[in-house]
């Protein structure tokens, strides 16, 4: 069974530019959520998909960033226009069952962006 | 809300020796535990978790973590580390009720085995 995979793993844009990251979550898996690690700080949540609906937002910084999960599959994070704080490792994460808190995440490598 | 603190940055130990992790967390209902491993290059993966019933419970590797509710706490463990054990350690939490509720990551520690 494919593991969750992001695209691309490293990024490195201008401040202003726009970038977009993608995540391909377990086949199956109702849940995605996307995380965000700045360096040597906690990974902090920043949304919940299940399946194409946004569960939970809360955690998103600000309107720069649109997260979609088309057709509940795979889903993008866009970033726009980036700035310097937006640099970090973004994670993205998948778990079975909606609404089962029980269940692990599976995470994805992450995707390095550097925003200069 | 719901936190984690994992108190040591780093954690250094010899191979052979036993090895603890330690993390404390605070939530407003039942604790549901978990500890994640990230090794250089490579995403998290998932060690093992506190859901209900015994306190130890057992995971990948061979680690161990204990759940202590008076202390709030959920100290990763293993009696004998690998230098392969050389790597940063995530606990999470989040709140166990039915429903929906975010899973919330200490800061992480660094775990170096040496030989």
């Known amino acids: 069974e494919a593991g969750v995979t992001q695209f691309p793993s490293h990024s490195v844009i201008e401040k202003g530019q726009t970038v977009t990251l993608r995540c391909d979550p377990i086949s199956g898996h109702d849940n995605l959520y996307w995380y965000r690690r700045v360096m040597g700080k906690e990974i902090k949540f920043l949304l919940h998909f299940v399946k194409e609906s946004k569960q939970d937002e809360s955690g998103m910084p600000n309107n720069r960033f649109l997260a979609e999960r088309t057709g509940g599959t795979y889903s993008t994070l866009k970033v726009q226009p980036a700035e310097l704080e937006d640099s970090g490792v973004y994670f993205c994460a998948s778990s079975q069952i909606a609404g089962d808190n029980r269940r692990e995440q599976f995470f994805g490598p992450g995707t390095r962006l550097t925003v200069l | 809300a719901q936190s984690v603190a994992q108190p040591e940055d780093q954690v250094n130990v010899a191979e052979g020796n036993p090895l603890t992790v330690k993390c404390t967390y605070s939530?407003?209902?039942?604790?549901?535990l978990f500890w994640y491993v990230q090794y250089p290059n490579r995403g998290l993966q998932f060690l093992l978790k506190?859901?209900?019933?015994?306190?130890l419970v057992k995971g990948s590797y061979g680690f161990e973590a204990e759940f202590n509710k008076s202390q709030t706490s959920f100290h990763l463990k293993k009696p004998s580390a690998l230098v392969s054990d050389s790597a940063l350690y995530f606990c999470a939490v989040r709140d166990g009720p039915p429903g929906y509720s975010t899973l919330t990551f200490g800061k992480g520690t660094m775990l170096l085995v040496s030989p």
């Open positions: 939530v407003s209902g039942n604790p549901y």
């Open positions: 506190y859901i209900t019933g015994d306190n």
